[in-house]
């Protein structure tokens, strides 16, 4: 049962790795633009950072609570700015937005377990903690 917390770690961590090499793109720096993210050039490269840095964190459980945090600080702008499908007119679009709003939300939730609970017995923190310390 140990195994299902790498497991899961895998595959929370897996968007967030994969989305943030995305971030380096001048599509995405364009789409964010197109949403009236300021300073697009500086702040999607810069979210990409945190989105790998995190998902990384995640995955290896290593400073699993600061990688956490770090989702956390890149999700909530990225919901609030690229998903406010409470401005879009277009019904279709408008409910495309509020499903990404919805799955942000969700990690969000997840990313706030991993912040309190930590990444669990098969992970590098758990390693770090069982290491005696050397006088």
Same mark, same amino acid.
């Given at each position: 049962?140990?195994?299902?917390?790498?497991?899961?770690?895998?595959?929370?961590?897996? +968007?967030? @790795?994969? #989305? #943030?090499?995305?971030?380096?793109?001048?599509?995405?720096?364009?789409?964010?633009?197109?949403?009236?993210?300021?300073?697009?050039?500086?702040?999607?490269?810069? =979210?990409?950072?945190? =989105? @790998?840095?995190? #998902?990384?964190? +995640?995955?290896?459980?290593?400073?699993?609570?600061?990688?956490?945090?770090?989702? @956390? *600080?890149?999700? +909530?702008?990225?919901?609030?700015?690229?998903?406010?499908?409470?401005? *879009?007119? %277009?019904?279709?679009?408008?409910?495309?937005?509020? +499903?990404?709003?919805?799955?942000?939300? /969700?990690? @969000?939730?997840?990313?706030?377990?991993?912040?309190?609970? #930590?990444?669990?017995?098969?992970?590098? %923190? =758990?390693?770090? /903690? =069982?290491?005696?310390?050397?006088?």
């Amino acid at each position: 049962m140990k195994y299902l917390v790498p497991v899961g770690r895998l595959l929370f961590s897996y +968007i967030f @790795i994969m #989305g #943030g090499i995305h971030h380096f793109s001048s599509g995405m720096v364009a789409y964010a633009e197109s949403s009236g993210v300021p300073m697009a050039h500086i702040a999607v490269p810069l =979210a990409g950072i945190l =989105a @790998i840095a995190g #998902g990384l964190s +995640i995955l290896l459980g290593y400073k699993t609570r600061y990688g956490a945090l770090l989702l @956390i *600080v890149f999700l +909530i702008p990225v919901t609030l700015m690229m998903h406010a499908f409470w401005k *879009v007119a %277009d019904p279709n679009m408008a409910g495309l937005q509020q +499903i990404m709003f919805m799955k942000n939300l /969700a990690m @969000i939730g997840g990313a706030i377990f991993l912040f309190h609970f #930590g990444a669990g017995p098969v992970s590098l %923190d =758990a390693k770090c /903690a =069982a290491k005696p310390t050397q006088n």
